[in-house]
């Protein structure tokens, strides 16, 4: 393969930064994050031009946001119609920026909403899609993609010479673009959407009650709750009552976002004694989530790798558990407190609502 | 409640518990001794053929299916416990079910062998399957079965379906922190990846399993070879991250010492 001629090809690329905007019209943080990657993406292909594609109800607030970018068209799908997430409106509106763009790479935020949509926007293109990517940048001249496979147990550098190559990036990968806002002309694009298209009705988004939130995935610290809460304890009974208090108060002084493992969560349909407030929605590891966070503290976590998993993308960690050979601890976290974690939560508990107090 | 009929796409995975290594393959990156791995069908796969059984039970006269793409002896090994859990009919697929297969090239695959299905009617049609697998991880493949199957009501991290009674659904997607978009869709065909659902593990019932198996052996027998092979990336490293961190173990510090550590710890910016 004659690579010299196909880098002379790869670099003339048009780079399409893909984003749908909030209700309010503004862009979320993690769209700034991938702006920012693409942004270093260009910079490295220097023959590459920049296009910005918005879409939702409103898009001028997110257009000015980041008018001083440098990109050489901003195109936007705007409306009622593309205000709230759709499969099929989404996908038309993409598809729409995708072939108006003539984008040849499109790098877009791994939100839940374009991973809904932007995969059946890559077929309907005959493109390529990566999803869960964790850095996409460009080596030896070529974009380069990193993302992970078999849950997080394995990473892989990858490049395509496919197009168009459509990648989501996730988020707390990149820092954000901190550009200035500014003014920029954008082409709105005209779209009517068929009758076809709008079989589905969005109706509303389902939260849980403000004190009963317990992921929070812009916390500082994640709190991993392990089996051990609800086994029995030194003095032969399990103590639930106690340990739901003592997990709620950590949460609510600490502000940290709640996981667990799937071992617990599973006990509530296996009929035993359980957390009330954690959900499938907490779990972490293989089948559940790999979320991203600078601290993680887990507790009474026994634990295999597949568990482990949840600690991936968490950079500084710590443990507390009566077992110190426990799978989540040796190896794998930074420093492991061989204690009862009831007594040592009650009392980090106690010190945190002092230190509020002052 | 109208009859469905539900078609769940999935395939088998290595277990978990496995410890996995990758190899260098002249078709790619692979798993090392990867025929030789104990494999599960696919978690949150498995999720959604629990979740279709659970549908097909309530609306009577349904039809279930399970599509599967992998090598045939895995899908043999791994059917003799599925097939126990719920009944259903499987379309056995012949080919490699490894993460470094091509989505588009699996989509492809799966949706020609639902449109293949005898009796297929668009406006019964549920399309079910995970929303990512445990192996590729990508989240792209429904998508890509719905597009070419002409069904653009999809819906993607599902925990929840409920049928109303003007026969709409009502979907609860997971979206990010914690909470759910509720979507109504005013019926089939629709494409739902599910996450993890709201429902238990079936227990094991021998007598599903044998009525199943009496179906399973000869789909496996007539599955159908695929090829894959047509995947333009080129994997540049695959590689298992360092792990081990050198963790200080800290076993004789009272209770009051570790708070004080933690809370330290924690609030130091």
């Known amino acids: 393969m004659d690579y010299d001629r196909l880098r002379e090809l790869l670099i003339m690329e048009t780079i399409l930064f893909l984003a749908h905007t909030e209700p309010d019209g503004t862009l979320a943080k993690q769209a700034f994050e991938v702006l920012g990657a693409t942004m270093s993406l260009k910079d490295s292909l220097p023959e590459s031009i920049l296009v910005v594609g918005l879409v939702g109800g409103e898009f001028r607030p997110a257009a000015e946001s980041i008018g001083s970018c440098g990109a050489a068209r901003v195109l936007a799908v705007a409306g009622p119609d593309f205000a709230q997430p759709r499969y099929a409106s989404d996908a038309a509106a993409v598809e729409a920026i995708c072939r108006a763009a003539n984008a040849s790479l499109v790098v877009a935020p791994s939100t839940s909403r374009w991973f809904r949509a932007v995969p059946g926007v890559a077929y309907r293109l005959n493109g390529r899609v990566d999803t869960h990517a964790t850095d996409f940048s460009v080596c030896d001249g070529f974009p380069t993609l990193t993302r992970w496979y078999y849950r997080q147990r394995m990473e892989a550098t990858l490049r395509r010479n496919h197009r168009p190559w459509i990648v989501l990036l996730e988020a707390g990968c990149n820092p954000a673009w901190q550009g200035t806002p500014g003014s920029c002309e954008v082409e709105v694009l005209s779209l009517d959407l068929p009758e076809s298209s709008k079989r589905t009705q969005f109706i509303e988004i389902h939260a849980p009650q403000a004190e009963e939130q317990t992921i929070r995935p812009d916390a500082e610290l994640l709190f991993v709750a392990g089996a051990g809460w609800t086994k029995k304890q030194a003095d032969g009974k399990v103590h639930i009552a106690e340990a739901e208090k003592l997990i709620l108060d950590f949460l609510k002084l600490s502000q940290a976002s709640l996981g667990s493992s799937k071992s617990l969560v599973d006990m509530s349909e296996e009929g035993q004694a359980v957390l009330p407030f954690l959900t499938h929605m907490n779990q972490i590891g293989q089948t559940g989530s790999t979320p991203r966070h600078r601290k993680g503290l887990s507790t009474c976590c026994h634990g295999e790798e597949p568990h482990v998993v949840g600690w991936r993308f968490i950079s500084e960690r710590r443990a507390v558990n009566l077992d110190p050979n426990c799978g989540w601890a040796r190896g794998k976290t930074d420093v492991l407190y061989v204690a009862d974690a009831f007594e040592v939560m009650a009392k980090l508990n106690a010190l945190l609502a002092a230190r509020k107090e002052q | ?269």
């Open chain 2, 1 to 269: 409640m109208h009859p469905f009929q539900i078609v769940v796409c999935g395939s088998v995975v290595p277990d978990p518990l496995q410890t996995l290594e990758p190899i260098s393959t002249p078709a790619g990156p692979a798993l090392k001794n990867e025929l030789m791995l104990p494999a599960i069908l696919d978690p949150w796969a498995a999720h959604a053929l629990y979740e279709a059984a659970h549908l097909a039970k309530k609306a009577p006269g349904s039809k279930l299916y399970l599509v599967s793409l992998g090598p045939k002896a895995k899908l043999q090994q791994v059917m003799m416990t599925v097939a126990q859990k719920v009944p259903f009919e499987l379309v056995a697929l012949d080919g490699p079910a490894g993460g470094f297969t091509e989505s588009f090239e699996v989509a492809a695959a799966l949706a020609d062998a639902i449109a293949a299905l005898p009796g297929l009617e668009r406006s019964r049609l549920l399309v079910f399957g995970g929303w990512e697998s445990a192996s590729r991880g990508a989240g792209s493949t429904l998508q890509c079965i719905g597009e070419r199957l002409g069904i653009v009501d999809q819906f993607q991290g599902v925990d929840d379906l409920r049928i109303q009674e003007d026969g709409s659904l009502l979907v609860m997607e997971r979206i990010e922190g914690g909470r759910h978009q509720v979507s109504v869709c005013m019926g089939p065909p629709a494409v739902l990846g599910w996450a993890t659902g709201n429902l238990p593990e079936p227990p094991n019932n021998p007598q599903i399993g044998m009525a199943n198996m009496r179906l399973i052996m000869p789909a496996l027998q007539k599955a159908r070879a695929v090829k894959l092979g047509a995947n333009d990336a080129v994997f540049l490293q695959v590689s298992v991250p360092r792990q081990l961190r050198d963790t200080k173990i800290v076993k004789d510090l009272a209770s009051d010492e570790i708070a004080r550590e933690l809370a330290e710890w924690i609030t130091t910016a």
